[in-house]
């Protein structure tokens, strides 16, 4: 398996506040907080940003965007960097679970788990599956999505080899260019899950 790689993220500094507000994102927001579970979504996504995209203050809306309920299928949540997204939470019915309950889609680097691993999480975090054949033409082979409930997250990235596996399959993606998707970027959905002027 790979060694865990020194890769710099969650950078501290101010948020930019020189966007131009979209009433369209505005209403999504609004609806993203009015969802049973908005309390442990807003936890997991910054989380998630604070500790998996490389540098995400600086890089916002240039290797990376994040959106709610895209009009392209309504989803709670997508985050993308690069072309792809890289970690999304939606109803597990769309993606190989059951139900309208919501799950998250995270992709991890799949050279730091080998199959005993992959077994142990399996055994140890619950709801969690892994499906290698779901993935995008990256150029990242070892690309591996995982699925599970979203109260099993944070078991799920306590794990060292997952977290520095997200990490390098993220920082691999970001090397690949800019998004091609500046407008989908939801700002204020950024400024709600971090605070307007938040520093971390």
Known sequence: MKSPLPYEFG???PWSTAYDSKPGHLSRLNRLTGLDEAIIIKKICRHYIANFIP????????????????STDRSPIRISIWFPEVFNIT???????RGEKLQCMVFVHDAFL???AKMV?????????????YRFRTGI??????????DSYFDFVADEAIFE??????????????????????????????GSNDEW
């Open 121 to 133: 999480l399996t055994q140890s975090v619950k709801g969690l599956f892994f499906v290698p054949g």
């Open 55 to 70: 540098s995400p203050v600086e890089n916002e809306d240039i290797y990376w965007i994040i959106s709610c309920f895209p």
């Open 114 to 116: 080998d199959d005993h």
């Open 91 to 97: 109803p597990a019915h769309k993606y190989f679970g």
């Open 165 to 194: 596996g997200i990490r390098t399959h993220n920082y691999e993606l970001s090397l690949k260019g800019r998004t091609p998707f500046k407008k989908g970027h939801n700002y204020e959905l950024v400024r709600y899950l971090f």
């Open 11 to 13: 950078t501290s500094g």
């Open 141 to 150: 082979p070892e690309q591996l999505a995982a699925f599970m409930p979203l």
